[in-house]
Structure formats: C-alpha cells, structure tokens
C-alpha cells in the first residue's frame, strides 16, 4: 500500500466520524505533517515506496487530534506510550502503543479479540499528554489494556493496571477517537489486497508541492536542519518589502517579513548560523533598524518576539487584554493643579513609552514627575533615598526587585536611578553610556522603568496628594 492509497481509504473510513463532514483537505493535511515529522515517506521521489505496518499504525494515530496540522506530532507522541502494569500485563505483549496496532494490523487472530481501541492526546498530567485503551476479549472475559507516557514511572510497575481508572483521566475535559474492530478489518484486508496486487500510482503526485514548496522556502531562507530562527516583530513605517526576503547586513543575514491581515512586519534571524546569542541577534536587528530608520526617515519600533523556530515564523499582531466593567464607576474631577496636571501627563507619556518599547523615554519621563517638586540632583536624590525602601521592602511586590539591587552593585540605588538611568537617557555622557540598540541595555532599563513607575505613582499619591481611586473625591495639596 502507498501513501497517497492509505490517504484515501482513511478519508473513506473516517467520513461518518461527526455529525458534520470532514473539510476535504483534512487527510491531506494530516499526512503532509506526518510526512514532516518523518512517519511516511518524505519527497516525490519516495511515493512508490510501499508503507510498513509501523508508518499505516503512525497514520492511525495522526488521527487522534482535532488539528490536522498536528498529525505527526501527535503520531510522535502517542506511538510510543507504555502498558500500564508492565509487559505483563499488555495487550499481546505489546511493548508500545504501536507495536500493540500493528499486531492487530497483521494478526488476524489478534484482531479478532479487539472490540475497540480509545486514543487522546488530551493532558493525562502534568505537561504530559496522550493516553489510550484497548477493550479486548480475553475468552469470556472482557479486559482493557491501557497506555501511558513512560514518565509515569508508578504504573508502569506490575500490579499498577488494577488500581489505575483510564475512566478518571487527569483533565476535566479531553476529546479521543475510537477505532472498532471493523475499521481495522477493512484496514487490514485493504491493506493485504494491495500488497498483493499493487495498484498502480496516479499520474498526479499534487500531495507533494506543498511540502517541495516549503522546501523550497526553506532553501532561499538558508533554514537548516540546525537552524534557530529568533522571530521579533517590527511596528514600522520605513520601506519594507512585500515578500519574506532574506537580506545580508553587515556580517549577518536575516529574514525580513511582510505584513499580513494577521501579522505585523518582522525580522527572523537564525541565531545558529549568524553565531550569535538572542541578546546579540537583538542588538544586531536595533542596529539595522537604526540605519533603516535614518535612511528613511521614519519610525522602526522593535517588539517583543521568540526564539526556537526551525524556520521564520511570522510575528501575529499584538492583541493584549484590557479591562472592562459592567458597571462605569468613573467619577474624578479635572485636577486644578498645574503640577498635577503635568505629572498625570508625564505618566501617561512614560507608561505609553514603556508599553511600546520606548524605554527611555519612560525612564526620562518617570523621573521628570519627582523633579516637578524636587528639581535639580540633591532634592531628587534625596527623595528617592528616602521613599525607595518602602518599595524594595514591599513583600507584596517584588517582581524585579533583586535584579534592580543587583544592576545597582556598589552605587546607592539612588545615584544609579539619577546617574545611570535618568542621566544616561537624557545626555550623551561619556561617563554614563546608554545604548537603546543594546539588547543587555534595554533590558537594564526596562527593569529600572519598573521600579521608577512605582515611585512616580508613590509620589503622585503621597506628595501630590492624589488617590488613584476610580471615585475618590480628589483632596489637592499642591
């Protein structure tokens, strides 16, 4: 049997499996992913090569997920599940999920005992998914053997199978697949017809120019087998080429990638081939769309991203959670203070800033509230030196606060706050360096800005004299 033949028996088999019909290009999907994942024959070449029980048993468990995309990995990971209670105690002494399929596969005698087979990949623990069962007839007895991930240590022992409920997964809610002895019947005898009279292949091979065209990609990309591509999105108004386009700049090459409906523009760059850290491959994208955005003269804001794609991944669009009311408890007058007005405004600013990507001039605008009443370094400092601790202490808050005291080393976090964040934003100092390209800088200052939001906020509440509460009536004392 071939896999295109095996392709179409399983869309015939499978087509009563919901109350709605399958999309036509389901089967198709599933066997390009179990092509990629290497459990059938991968490239043209390799159509006529007739399939083994292993990879018919792989196709069957690619079925066991809801998304077609998924298939080989799903096959990867169902295949080699263990029997609960040991090899004692499995079904024809199976060792694997898979072995136990081809043996009803090629067994007649096997598959007459099967009544059906229970595959999921739903969460059966911690971070480990897949678990399955066959019901089986033992002579009168009806029995289940059922199949774990081998890090379940516990029931893998003999004995294990008698207190272990398949019934009371893990999960609450998980979907599965049922196969009954009469899908693998028609399987089987398909299957035997076919390798003994082989049929003849089609003249269209069509299966094969999705997966020849990301190959395809894949070689104009420079994507290896070893690459490790860091995908960092890209808000932008400089040129930017309609197609993904592999570019050379400086000594590197990276992959510069449209906008879509669903995706913003952004930059792909393989940390394995360009040797390179994810903090250097940032630094060297920042320095890129530095040039880029003089050159153009228009904005170029680096996003946040990932790193462990085998190929550019395209960056979606930012879609972040906001917060809605049933009920509009909003009631806060105009404030009559200019100094109120103006720190509300610098907050707005600097929160905005630190919100997208522009972490200096969050940090700048941040310390520009404490110097509306505390202007100049000996008053700011000094503020700072006395309302910092009651934030570094805050228990219910600590996020970032061990690496701010570490960022700080020697300096008084006052001094660091003023000197190497306020300071080195604000003016090109040869004694204070601030890189915005340095990948380790921003970091830096993306920590400081945290700890600054904070004392801004106390400021405003504590000297300013304004309470954040949504209704509070407002008690000025500027």
């Known amino acids: 049997m071939f896999a295109i033949h095996l392709q179409s028996l399983l869309t015939e088999l499978c087509r009563e499996a919901e109350i709605c019909h399958w999309p036509h290009d389901d089967l198709e999907k599933r066997f390009q992913s179990l092509r990629g ?13 007739p399939l083994t029980d292993e990879q018919i048993a792989s196709a069957i468990l690619g079925l066991s997920i809801t998304m077609p995309g998924w298939a080989g990995h799903a096959a990867a990971v169902m295949e080699h599940r263990l029997p609960v209670g040991g090899s004692a105690s499995a079904f024809a002494d199976a060792k694997t999920l898979r ?4 043996k009803i596969l090629s067994d007649e005698a096997i598959r007459g005992t099967v009544i059906a087979v229970q595959v999921s990949t739903a969460e059966c623990g911690v971070n480990s998914h897949g678990i399955a069962s066959i019901l089986y007839k033992d002579g009168d007895a009806i029995r289940r053997s059922s199949y774990v991930p081998k890090e379940a240590a516990s029931l893998l022992r003999a004995g294990a199978e008698d207190h272990f409920d398949p019934d009371q997964p893990y999960t609450m809610f998980g979907r ?4 009954n002895r009469r899908f693998f019947d028609r399987l089987s005898k398909r299957v035997a017809d076919d390798r003994k009279r082989p049929p ?7 299966e094969y120019d999705t997966e020849e065209a990301e190959r395809a990609r894949r070689k104009r990309l420079r994507a290896t087998n070893s690459s490790n ?27 510069l990638m449209p906008k879509t409906r669903e995706n913003v523009q952004s930059i792909s760059i393989d940390l394995h081939a360009n040797k390179l850290t994810p903090e250097q491959a940032k630094t060297a994208i920042n320095r890129f769309l530095s040039l880029l955005c003089w050159c153009d003269d228009h904005f170029a804001i680096v996003q946040d991203g990932w790193s462990g794609n085998p190929v550019p991944v395209p960056v979606g669009k930012r879609d972040l959670a906001f917060t809605t009311t049933y009920q509009w408890l909003f009631d806060r007058k105009l404030p009559t203070s200019d100094k109120l007005l103006k720190a509300l405004a610098y907050y707005r600013e600097a929160r905005n800033a630190e919100h997208n990507f522009m972490v200096s001039y969050a940090v700048l605008n941040y310390y520009k509230i404490i110097e509306i009443q505390h202007p100049g370094q000996p008053d700011s400092t000094q503020w700072v030196s006395q309302n910092l601790p009651a934030i570094l202490n805050d228990s ?20 660091y706050i003023y000197a190497a964040c306020r300071v080195a934003v604000a003016h090109a100092s040869p004694n204070r360096v601030s890189d915005p390209d340095e990948a380790a800088e921003l970091e830096r200052l993306h920590n400081a800005a945290d700890i600054m939001r904070r004392l801004a906020r106390r400021f405003i509440i504590d000297e300013l004299g304004f309470s954040d509460s949504l209704w509070e009536p407002e008690v000025e004392r500027v």
């Open 37 to 49: 994942c290497g459990r059938l024959p991968r490239g043209r070449e390799n159509r006529s090569r």
């Open 396 to 415: 219910h808050d600590q996020h970032g606060i061990q690496t701010f005291v570490a960022a700080c080393g020697q300096e008084a976090p006052e001094t």
């Open 99 to 102: 072995e136990a399929l081809v």
């Open 200 to 206: 003849r292949l089609p003249d269209d091979s069509a």
């Open 229 to 255: 591509f860091l995908n960092v999105g890209v808000d932008n108004h400089v040129a930017w080429p309609r197609e993904e386009t592999l570019i050379e700049f400086d000594r590197y090459h990276m992959v």
């Open 176 to 179: 599965g697949v049922t196969f």
